[in-house]
């Protein structure tokens, strides 16, 4: 099992440029989430897909969009990318909502 | 809304010594999930310990352990003959049990000396 692996590991993009970060689990996972972290902050929730299917708000989405393209897999999208979304990306997974989340090696992301 | 609090930004420990990482949480929920996740220089978040608020005995993982107060909403990390490996950031982290979202702490960087 491979577990959580995201693409790219680490991406710089200009400012008003767009990407998709990928996220895919091989865990038979019902939920996938994504994170930002940023120093001093923790992590905080940008979005998660609680099953296949549905997706809601987290925390902190504006700016973001995502798609739960199957089970496996659950994606990030930056339509405008801005300075403020310099960041590390992370992407978890956990069989239910209330239990225990597996994360991603994490995507950096540097916005100029 | 909850929240997660952990006062120790940094901590130093010589190895094969005991450290203890605190956390303090607030919430109105009786019911939800503590956890505890290391994220080593690699990035990469680990789960180290998970507590579940019903459960009146403290969880522990081999050489980590917690001291759960829920009166205190405090939920502390032992760490035990720390290893040089350990160093590492340490989250505390709250999820209630209906899903609504993880709660991170902004985090403890540990550093195991030699």
């Known amino acids: 099992n491979a577990g959580v692996t995201q693409t790219p590991k680490f991406q710089v993009l200009k400012t008003g440029q767009s990407m998709t970060l990928q996220c895919a689990q091989d865990m038979n996972h019902n939920s996938m989430y994504w994170y930002r972290q940023d120093p001093g902050m923790g992590l905080r929730l940008i979005y998660y897909s609680a099953s296949e299917g549905t997706t809601d708000k987290g925390e902190v989405p504006n700016g973001y969009n995502v798609s739960r393209l199957n089970k496996r897999e659950f994606s990030l999208r930056l339509e405008s990318a801005a300075p403020s979304q310099t960041s590390v990306y992370f992407c978890a997974s956990s069989y239910l909502a209330d239990e225990t989340q597996y994360f991603g090696p994490g995507t950096r992301l540097l916005v100029l | ?114």
């Open chain 2, 1 to 114: 809304a909850q929240t997660v609090t952990q006062s120790q930004p940094e901590m130093s420990v010589q190895e094969a010594e005991t450290v203890t990482l605190s956390c303090t949480y607030d919430t109105s929920e009786n019911n939800y999930y503590l956890f505890w996740y290391k994220q080593p220089p690699s990035r990469q978040m680990i789960l180290v310990i998970r507590q579940e608020a019903y459960k009146q005995q403290n969880a522990t993982e081999n050489r980590f352990s917690v001291n759960f107060q829920k009166a205190a909403k405090s939920f502390s990390l032992k760490i035990s003959d720390s290893q040089l490996g350990d160093t590492a950031m340490y989250f505390c982290a709250f999820m209630k049990t209906s899903y609504d979202k993880v709660i991170f702490g902004p985090g403890t960087s540990l550093s195991v000396i030699p």
